[in-house]
């Protein structure tokens, strides 16, 4: 299987799905990180990105659109559906469309545009840790057991040196327990959920 994974910015895939895509690459198939923009910090976060993508046995590509330009417009749509076309994936991934933040907000509304007519499965994943309000709340329906992956995703997210000392060790251990709650509902220690655009049966 292939998948495409969008995110914003550094860090965001990982935060998001890191356990999703390490449960995926474990099992063979190929997963493909997007990070469309790099506001700050670009060398330092790229590499970090770079790390991260390794630890999950992902490939990665930085579209690095330039911040101010990262809006929902017919040029982004337009390069986000030249990467899915050399790409194919069968299954895409990316924020929530209820997130806060203005550019997760973008990516997500020109994934949907770049998915609207293609046999591929596309899930949004929870508002990123900081996260701000959400007007709408957040309907996980699609879980996946990462118990297996739980040390990937958090090694994933600490190569992130430059956001770990931003907001310290809480940021990880929110992350870590957010992961643990959602293992509750579906009684195993860890898991990521996602919100289905469109699920297409594969039988
Ligand atoms: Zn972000």
Redesign the pocket.
């Known amino acids: 299987m292939k998948v495409l994974a969008f ?3 550094p ?2 895939l990982e935060i998001g799905m890191g356990g999703t895509i390490a449960r995926y690459t474990s099992r063979g198939h190929e997963v493909l990180m997007v990070i469309a923009t790099v506001p700050n910090r670009k060398e330092n976060r790229i590499h970090e990105a770079e790390e991260a993508a390794a630890v999950l046995g992902a490939d990665l590509v930085v579209m690095d659109i330039v911040p101010d330009e990262l809006v929902f417009s017919r040029e982004i749509v337009r390069r986000f559906d030249k990467l899915f076309n050399g790409f194919t994936p069968d299954v895409v991934y990316t ?1 929530s469309n209820n997130d806060s ?1 203005q ?2 907000a973008a990516v997500t509304n020109a994934v949907i545009a770049t998915t609207r007519k293609n046999d591929c499965s596309v899930y949004m994943y929870e508002q ?1 840790i900081p996260g701000g309000i959400a007007p709408n709340p957040f309907h996980g329906q699609y879980y996946v057991d990462i118990s297996e992956a739980i040390s990937p995703k958090l090694d994933s997210i600490m190569k992130h040196r430059t956001q770990l000392d931003t907001y310290g060790p809480w940021w990880l251990e929110g992350i870590k327990g957010r992961a643990m709650n959602h293992g509750f509902k579906i009684n195993v220690k860890y898991a990521e959920v996602f919100e289905v655009i469109k699920d297409i049966a594969r039988w």
Do not use: L, M, Y
Request: net charge negative; glycine share 10%; charged share 30%.
């Open positions: 995110g914003a910015h860090d965001d924020h933040h550019d997760h990123t």
